[in-house]
């Protein structure tokens, strides 16, 4: 079954409140787990870093951003305890060494490494000391790199796995790169997912038809809430439809038609198939011809529609009223 990761990232703002909303909100959609973003800022920027512009009218730089994110040790795990409660995974993607540390006394499960991470083996050193499971995103990362990663987890018999993304908020078709995910199973042979930033529904639905075993997605209330990730992110009613989507397609694929067989419609093809009739009044002896044949409902009145070749060129015994049934005894 695909497992469904709807992300909340930065979407809370800051907000300890409106991060345990969302934990309320998204139970009730039928995604797998929660994931957020553990930020330290001291530990992982500087007041130096250019990323982006100032975007925030809180905030006088993207270090005070990172600032204003940060939660506390305890404010994390009592956010890992509503999610247990809800019947949630709780998951997040450490950007620092120091976050894996607070990570591993909250007691997260599995590990997502994000696209910016990939080639930080520090990061991914610290991860496989925990002896946990790690998602792996590629959006930024040639095959090269991520050959280059791959060895490295494997050296050190991290059980792994690995998302098709593309960095690009939000993502066009153009870019979704669904090829991509065969191309990784391909290549590395480990399950593999898709990192969605589209904020379309079908964007998602797609790629678990096409084989993603793991969906990854940005969630808000509204579009137009602040925040990086909002415009490519899928409220709560559209993650909703998604997953509902989702788990029905996972229905059809796991249950194949055996097409050989058809049963099952012995009562529908009675009542919708049909029977050879005449169009018009035919008098006793009249040769059959293709342009005095039509079909009726029901099948079994009259010869199977898909017999009529065999009776062209026939006649028939007695006289015959337009719209009769024909039938073999009707011939000579």
Same mark, same amino acid.
């Given at each position: 079954?695909?497992?469904?990761?709807?992300?909340?990232?930065?979407?809370?703002?800051?907000?300890?409140?409106?991060?345990?909303?969302?934990?309320? !909100?998204?139970?009730?959609?039928?995604?797998?787990?929660?994931?957020?973003?553990?930020?330290?800022?001291?530990?992982?920027?500087?007041?130096?870093?250019?990323?982006?512009?100032?975007?925030?009218?809180?905030?006088?730089?993207?270090?005070?951003?990172?600032?204003?994110?940060?939660?506390?040790?305890?404010?994390?795990?009592? /956010?890992?305890?509503?999610?247990?409660?809800?019947?949630?995974?709780?998951?997040?993607?450490?950007?620092?060494?120091? !976050?894996?540390?607070?990570?591993?006394?909250?007691?997260?499960?599995?590990?997502?490494?994000?696209?910016?991470?990939?080639?930080?083996?520090?990061?991914?050193?610290?991860?496989?000391?925990?002896?946990?499971?790690?998602? /792996?995103?590629?959006?930024? &990362?040639?095959?090269?790199? *991520?050959?280059?990663?791959? !060895?490295?987890?494997?050296?050190?018999?991290?059980?792994?796995?690995?998302?098709?993304?593309?960095?690009?908020?939000?993502?066009?078709?153009?870019?979704?790169?669904?090829?991509?995910?065969?191309?990784?199973?391909?290549?590395? =042979?480990?399950?593999?997912?898709?990192?969605?930033?589209?904020?379309?529904?079908?964007?998602?639905?797609?790629?678990?038809? /096409?084989?993603?075993?793991?969906?990854?997605?940005?969630?808000?209330?509204?579009?137009?809430?602040?925040?990086?990730? !909002?415009?490519? &992110?899928?409220?709560?009613?559209?993650?909703?439809?998604?997953?509902?989507?989702?788990?029905?397609?996972?229905?059809?694929?796991?249950?194949?038609?055996?097409?050989?067989?058809?049963?099952?419609?012995?009562? *529908?093809?009675?009542?919708?198939?049909?029977?050879?009739?005449?169009?018009? =009044?035919?008098?006793?002896?009249?040769?059959?011809?293709?342009?005095?044949?039509?079909?009726?409902?029901?099948?079994?009145?009259?010869?199977?529609?898909?017999?009529?070749?065999?009776?062209?060129?026939?006649?028939?015994?007695?006289?015959?009223?337009?719209?009769?049934?024909?039938?073999?005894?009707?011939?000579?």
């Amino acid at each position: 079954m695909t497992q469904i990761i709807a992300e909340i990232a930065q979407a809370h703002d800051g907000s300890l409140g409106l991060l345990h909303s969302y934990i309320d !909100a998204l139970a009730k959609t039928g995604v797998d787990a929660i994931k957020f973003q553990t930020h330290i800022a001291e530990a992982e920027s500087s007041i130096h870093e250019p990323f982006r512009v100032k975007f925030s009218k809180q905030d006088d730089t993207r270090y005070e951003y990172w600032k204003r994110m940060e939660f506390s040790l305890e404010q994390w795990k009592g /956010i890992k305890q509503h999610c247990d409660q809800v019947g949630l995974e709780f998951m997040s993607s450490p950007f620092s060494n120091t !976050a894996v540390d607070l990570l591993e006394e909250v007691g997260v499960e599995r590990y997502k490494v994000g696209s910016g991470e990939v080639n930080n083996f520090v990061l991914l050193e610290k991860i496989a000391r925990t002896g946990k499971p790690v998602i /792996i995103s590629s959006g930024m &990362s040639s095959f090269e790199e *991520l050959d280059q990663t791959i !060895a490295f987890l494997e050296k050190r018999n991290v059980d792994f796995s690995i998302l098709q993304c593309t960095t690009s908020y939000p993502t066009n078709p153009k870019d979704f790169g669904f090829n991509v995910i065969l191309e990784l199973k391909k290549r590395y =042979n480990v399950p593999v997912g898709f990192s969605d930033h589209s904020a379309k529904i079908e964007t998602g639905i797609a790629a678990c038809a /096409i084989g993603a075993e793991i969906l990854e997605f940005h969630v808000v209330f509204h579009r137009e809430m602040f925040g990086p990730d !909002a415009k490519s &992110s899928l409220t709560m009613e559209e993650t909703k439809q998604m997953v509902d989507a989702i788990r029905n397609i996972e229905i059809a694929k796991n249950n194949p038609i055996n097409k050989a067989d058809n049963s099952r419609f012995s009562e *529908l093809k009675s009542i919708f198939e049909k029977s050879l009739a005449i169009n018009k =009044n035919l008098p006793a002896g009249h040769v059959i011809s293709f342009e005095d044949l039509e079909t009726k409902k029901p099948k079994g009145f009259g010869i199977e529609a898909s017999k009529y070749e065999e009776i062209i060129g026939k006649e028939i015994k007695h006289d015959m009223q337009k719209w009769d049934f024909l039938n073999y005894e009707d011939l000579v």
